[in-house]
């Protein structure tokens, strides 16, 4: 898997700008300035910005793309972050009062023991009365078991380019297929993997001793969350 290919692309198509006003107030609410955050797979940084802008954090934010992180230190860059290629399933040093692994991260671990690993090491690594947060696909909604189409086009520096994004989910989880088409050049096609993890499982991964408060919503913003909700969103506090 790869995503060295689409930082910019990523970028534009994430809607940075809308997920930090969803996500903003839950951040404002965990750390306060001058406290150490992690951003798990940080991809191009704008949660990362934000916990160093407007938290007045001190930010360590890692990704496996070197393109995510290069793009992050051109586009993101800010004195109180630490941008570092690394596997967030990996252990990790430090203590933070904030973890963050955002943006359905987990959900391109290879397997379901790395994604508990990742929250195992993520609990060992937050102060008491820290908090982890976690965002994943709902792969129990009706409409994320539908097959998903996306077309956009968009225009980068060196012109405009055709994206077409298809998720088809299958048994175990969900394939992306994205193909990138510019006006003149070569079509570039990315297959990636996504792993299904359902509400329960995450709520028993996050279910260890130390954990004090456990809550589930169903968005970026806190919305209470139903069967039907696209996302699962996991705040959890250390005791
Ligand atoms: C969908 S993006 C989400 C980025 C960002 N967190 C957000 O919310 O916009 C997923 C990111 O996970 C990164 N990634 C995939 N596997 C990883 C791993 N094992 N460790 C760290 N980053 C990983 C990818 O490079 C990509 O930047």
Known sequence: MSFNLIAECYDLLSNPKSRISKESGLYKKLIKP??????LACGTGPQALFLAEHCE?????????SDMIAYAKEHRNHKNINYQIGDMSQKFDGQYQLIICVGNSLNL?????LAYQ???????????GGALVVH???PQATQNQKVKRLEKQISLA??????????????TGR???????????????EDTELLDITKDELLDMCSVA????????????????????????????KS
């Open 34 to 39: 001058k406290q150490r955050a992690l951003d």
């Open 57 to 65: 954090a001190i930010v360590d934010a890692n990704d496996l793309s």
């Open 109 to 113: 671990l290879p397997s379901k023991d």
């Open 118 to 128: 990742t929250i195992h090491n993520s609990i060992e690594s937050l102060v008491c």
């Open 136 to 138: 994943i696909i709902n």
């Open 158 to 171: 060196n012109g405009k380019i055709s994206i077409t994004k298809v998720l088809t989910p299958h048994k």
């Open 175 to 189: 394939n992306l297929h994205i193909t990138y088409k510019p006006v003149s050049g070569k079509i570039v096609e």
């Open 210 to 237: 130390e954990v004090c408060q456990l809550d589930c919503y169903g968005s970026l913003d806190c919305q209470a969350f139903t069967n039907e909700s696209l996302d699962i969103l996991v705040v959890l506090r």
